[in-house]
């Protein structure tokens, strides 16, 4: 199920990003995607806050894992700069997959053979200041509504 949502503000933005995460429970993997500037990260960042976790939240594009405690764990991964499932599997991301944590992939799309059947697609559309439009694709049982 695909919904439609729309952000004409980061404050409207953030608080969508936390209600997803809400929803979420160890084991799932939410896959992102947009353009450069589009606000992966930031959608990130609010939904470990909607998970009650007050990590500070970077964007891992340079180190490509990031790993933020809790119960759940909270694992923050990024294939921006990945060309090649090889070059992921000998970084050792696949091990960030776990049945005991909550996973947030950016560019999912890069490496799709590493994102499991029935993750949540986060699809932003939109860049800098403006408003947002984000589809969220949920796996069957799920309802893909925030709020």
């Known amino acids: 199920m695909t919904a439609r949502h729309e952000a004409a503000t980061i404050d409207e933005f953030e608080k969508l990003a936390m209600q997803v ?3 979420l429970k160890a084991g799932d993997v ?3 995607e947009g353009p450069l500037g589009s606000g992966k990260t930031a959608f990130v960042s609010a939904a470990v806050r ?4 007050e990590a500070e939240v970077a964007s891992p594009t340079f180190t490509f894992w990031h790993r933020y405690g809790g119960l759940p764990a909270i694992e923050h ?10 070059e ?3 970084l ?3 091990e960030a997959f776990s049945p005991e944590r909550i996973v947030f ?8 053979s590493l994102i499991p059947p029935g993750a949540t ?11 947002r439009s984000i589809e969220i694709e949920s796996p069957a049982g799920q309802s893909g509504k925030a709020g």
Do not use: C, K, Q
């Not at 697609?121 to 408003?131: E, L, N, S």
């Open 121 to 131: 697609v986060v699809r932003i559309f939109g860049a800098g200041t403006g408003p």
């Open 105 to 112: 992939v950016e560019w999912a799309s890069r490496m799709p």
């Open 88 to 90: 992921a599997r000998e």
């Open 50 to 53: 909607g998970l009650g976790n």
């Open 21 to 23: 995460a809400r929803s």
């Open 77 to 86: 991964l990024d294939f921006y700069r990945i060309d090649d499932p090889l």
């Open 30 to 32: 939410v896959a992102l």
């Open 92 to 94: 050792g991301l696949e």
